[in-house]
């Protein structure tokens, strides 16, 4: 236990030093010497503890140029991503210490008010997503629904459930592949903001949408056929 409370710390000086770094840059660091442990406790810092579950863990340690092909590739999608309206795009890292892409989009670009529905704005925003991911079929992509603590628990698990569900038929039925697509609710558990404002509680209602390197991917960047 204290050996992994001292990666988690190491990882998270050398995280403080990555601010103005590409994720091509990242994935070197990431690829080298880190290995899969020191990725996967960087990622729980980065993603509030999603990062160290996202990704399929390959078992061994992602080389350094292995780690910066990827982090290239997933520097030109996140570009790509930047531009669909009402999407906030981050970068984190997954099981295997690799780049991995965060995408937050917010309740009132996807669902009313205690609503799973998507709206036409948001169909229209979910178009540009699906295109990405159909552009990058190499990675795997996590969805994630969270809500205010407006009304019960049992509500808002449901809620949290039936919204990231939602985002997940509707790229399914633009043709992305659902085997790459999990989804899970997390009700109220994982506020962003206070949830005593209005404000605030708007901020919480969102879903997250977590994308990483797939088995394939990595096998690509190891043989040099990754582009």
């Known amino acids: 236990?204290?050996?992994?409370?001292?990666?988690?710390?190491?990882?998270?000086?050398?995280?403080?030093?990555?601010?103005?770094?590409?994720?091509?840059?990242?994935?070197?660091l990431f690829g080298a010497g880190g290995g899969a442990i020191l990725g996967?406790?960087?990622?729980?810092?980065?993603?509030?503890?999603?990062?160290?579950?996202?990704?399929?863990?390959?078992g061994t340690a992602v080389g350094a140029g292995t780690?910066?092909?990827?982090g290239r590739k997933m520097d030109k999608q996140k570009?790509?991503?930047?531009?669909?309206?009402?999407a906030q795009v981050d970068t984190v890292s997954d099981k295997n210490g690799l780049t991995a892409i965060k995408v937050t989009f917010a309740d009132g670009i996807l669902f009313q008010t205690g609503k799973s529905t998507l709206s036409t704005t948001s169909q229209n925003a979910l178009n540009e997503f699906a295109q990405s991911l159909l552009n990058n079929p190499d990675t795997d992509v996590n969805i994630?629904?969270?809500?205010?603590?407006?009304?019960?628990r049992e509500i808002n698990q449901k809620l949290s459930e039936d919204r990231a569900a939602s985002v997940k038929g509707y790229l399914v039925a633009k043709g992305v592949n659902g085997a790459r697509l999990t989804t899970k609710g997390y009700a109220f558990d994982d506020p962003i903001a206070d949830n005593s404002t209005v404000e605030g509680r708007s901020k919480?209602?969102?879903?997250?949408?977590?994308?990483?390197?797939?088995?394939?991917?990595?096998?690509?960047?190891?043989t040099g056929q990754l582009k």
């Open 204 to 222: 919480n209602r969102r879903v997250e949408i977590f994308i990483s390197a797939n088995s394939e991917m990595i096998k690509k960047a190891e």
């Open 79 to 86: 570009a790509e991503l930047e531009k669909i309206q009402g």
């Open 67 to 70: 780690g910066a092909i990827i």
């Open 1 to 28: 236990m204290k050996k992994f409370i001292s990666m988690i710390l190491a990882g998270s000086l050398v995280l403080g030093g990555c601010g103005t770094m590409s994720n091509t840059a990242k994935g070197t």
């Open 40 to 58: 996967a406790g960087i990622g729980a810092i980065a993603g509030k503890g999603k990062g160290a579950a996202i990704g399929a863990a390959i």
């Open 144 to 152: 994630y629904g969270h809500t205010d603590n407006t009304g019960s």
